[in-house]
């Protein structure tokens, strides 16, 4: 490995300056990280070490609005101090004050500037304007974070973000894995870094070169089915020659839980009865019912159900509440490779779990009146489950019962 002569403000891990010694200098680079494994701060360490060498002036972060403002905190835990720095996190309303906060950020300066930008602006023209305003204005390195939510390849946000990227000076895509279903998943995030990774411009000629399809016909429609994959052997190599693939278990120094915080915003709906709830101890749904609460801790556990997407009327009839909760823990559950166990406080939530979920799964109720039997079985299934299949195991109540798990 060559010497960067980089001095870290936060001791990396052994992956993670490896990680950094492979990647730093690339124009183009894929960490390939396992969730907790630190890929966020592998590529501050990579900006910090570029900015040094006056080799970038911005980087555009492009993450799930669930993760996007949590890189605010890690810039400031592994950005060196002696760096400064500017970030700003996009907000898609542009009143007076946000458009002051980005002029400011588009002025030239002698300081490192981020800006945050969730996913979904990518879909919006006022976005994808401003991005490539920034783009074009300064030296730029421009990473999209969790990058399975670009590959769709014909959804506007990937190709929005494509045609960004092609004029960026150095292009990061950070996922724990790249295929999460399928090898084609690969297509549109390995475009995003250059085509010319897998060598092919064309998804059509990408798919018949590395998979089995079939014509099919249903009634008076036909279309082309994948049944199967080859030379996958050689789509690794080509991957490799540009990526950093780390597997959590690999990590021997690491602690043996990483926690990450996902940030949901509330809908509309949610805003106004959390509203109501908390100033008036009731809250009055657009059906006309009301829900009120006698004490504080009713109260409290209201204003949780209003969080989770729900609220219990006074006859004790559920009414559901638009939520983007579920959507993001799909989102989580899609980044994830093997097993997931979803903790869940009330049923009903489990219940809206179940409907989205194309994926095969064991129900437990962790309640005294779940009998032996059923936990047997739902362990025997999470137990026998075949190696990448990924099982859902629905739980609530209390986190003594959870040690029975």
């Not at 950020?105 to 945050?116: A, D, I, T």
């Not at 929005?160 to 090898?183: E, F, K, N, Q, W």
């Not at 004790?316 to 909760?325: A, D, K, T």
Request: hydrophobic share 40%.
């Amino acid at each position: 490995m060559q010497d960067l002569k980089y001095i870290y403000y936060t001791e990396p891990y052994a992956h993670q300056r490896e990680a950094f010694e492979a990647s730093a200098r690339a124009k183009i680079f894929a960490l390939l990280l396992d969730m907790g494994t630190g890929k966020t701060k592998v590529t501050l360490d990579t900006t910090g070490f570029l900015f040094r060498q006056d080799l970038i002036e911005l980087v555009l972060v492009v993450a799930p609005k669930g993760v996007i403002a949590n890189w605010i905190p890690e810039i400031e835990a592994h950005l060196p101090p002696g760096i400064e720095r500017e970030a700003v996190l996009w907000n898609p309303a542009l009143t007076q004050k946000v458009r002051g906060t980005l002029n400011a950020l588009h002025e030239k300066s002698s300081k490192l500037k981020f800006l945050l930008m969730n996913v979904e602006a990518f879909s919006t023209k006022k976005g994808v304007d401003v991005a490539t305003l920034f783009v074009n204005r300064f030296k730029t390195f421009m990473v999209v974070d969790e990058s399975t939510t670009i590959k769709n390849r014909k959804a506007k946000r990937t190709k929005s973000l494509c045609a960004v990227g092609r004029d960026a000076l150095y292009r990061r895509i950070l996922t724990g894995s790249p295929v999460t279903r399928s090898p084609l998943d690969l297509f549109s995030q390995m475009a995003f870094l250059d085509p010319s990774i897998l060598g092919f411009s064309s998804f059509y000629a990408f798919q018949g070169r590395y998979s089995v399809v079939q014509r099919r016909t249903m009634g008076a429609h036909s279309f082309n089915h994948v049944v199967g994959f080859r030379r996958l052997d050689e789509l690794t190599e080509k991957l490799a020659a540009h990526s950093f693939r780390v597997k959590k278990e690999d990590c021997l120094d690491l602690p043996d839980k990483v926690y990450t915080k996902r940030i949901v915003a509330l809908t509309q709906e949610q805003q106004r009865a959390y509203q109501q709830m908390k100033r008036l101890a009731l809250a009055r749904l657009d059906s006309g019912e009301l829900s009120t609460t006698q004490n504080v801790l009713t109260q409290i556990m209201r204003l949780q159900q209003i969080c989770c997407g729900h609220l219990t009327d006074d006859d004790g009839v559920i009414h559901e509440l638009p939520s983007n909760r579920i959507k993001e823990l799909l989102d989580v559950c899609d980044e994830v490779q093997g097993k997931v166990i979803i903790w869940a406080t009330w049923t009903v939530t489990s219940a809206r779990l179940l409907m989205p979920c194309e994926i095969a799964m064991a129900y437990r109720r962790s309640q005294r009146s779940t009998g032996r039997r059923q936990h047997q079985n739902a362990s025997r299934l999470w137990n026998l489950s075949r190696i990448g299949t990924l099982i859902c195991v629905f739980l609530w109540g209390t986190l003594k019962q959870a040690a029975t798990v």
